[in-house]
Each structure stands twice: as structure tokens, then as C-alpha cells.
């Protein structure tokens, strides 16, 4: 995968280091078309956004809770109409199911007041 992003590899473009500047290779003829390289770096860029933080809750307490073993982050996320929270805790966290309950109940009778 390196290889059909890094435009040096595909020979492309090189490097000139008196200019500080890119510049299209005349000697070497390129590995892939530049076509193919544009498609592949189209897709490979559309995999890197990650569909959960589009839709960020924005919440006051975002980030303020943390496992006390751990140390993981609780974050809050929608589940039919209600806010959870939920934390990615090592699996050989004790506290992975009774921290997120206990958490939450705190948060919401913080809520409440």
C-alpha cells in the first residue's frame, strides 16, 4: 500500500533538494499510470474517515470520565433515543460492564440537579 501512495516510489516525481521542490522525472518511467494512482489514493483517503466522529455528541461532561484502572476515556453515544456511556477498557479490566452502569447513573443524577 506504501508503494502506491509514496509519489517518489512510483517515479513520478523526485526530490530536488537544492530547490526544495518536486519535479517531474524525465529519466525513469513511471511503475504505475497516474491514472491508477489517483484512483487508488481517491480510495484509500475515503477509508480514512471514520464514520463515528461525524456524528459527535456534543456534551458538557465529553471526556471527563475515565476508567480508574485503566484509565480509559468514558464517551457518550446514542442508542435508541438515550445516552450511554462507553469506554473501550482492556479486557483485563475489572471494572469494564459495573463502570459504565455506575457511570452513567452518576452523570445522569448529575443531570438532574
Not at 480510495?43 to 484502572?69: E, M, P, Q, V, W
Amino acid at each position: 500500500m506504501q508503494i502506491l501512495v509514496n509519489l517518489v516510489l512510483i517515479l513520478l516525481f523526485l526530490y530536488h533538494p537544492n530547490d526544495g521542490a518536486w519535479v517531474k522525472s524525465i529519466s525513469h518511467e513511471a511503475i504505475i499510470s497516474k491514472e491508477i494512482y489517483d484512483k487508488v489514493k481517491q480510495a484509500l483517503d475515503s477509508r480514512r474517515k471514520s464514520k463515528h466522529y461525524n456524528n459527535k455528541l456534543i456534551i458538557s461532561y465529553r471526556g471527563i470520565f475515565t476508567c480508574g484502572i485503566c484509565g480509559r476515556i468514558y464517551t457518550p453515544y446514542n442508542r435508541k433515543n438515550h445516552i450511554y456511556l462507553g469506554a473501550r477498557c482492556d479486557k483485563s479490566c475489572p471494572n469494564k460492564k459495573r463502570m459504565s452502569q455506575y457511570g452513567f447513573w452518576k452523570i445522569k443524577s448529575v443531570n438532574n440537579l
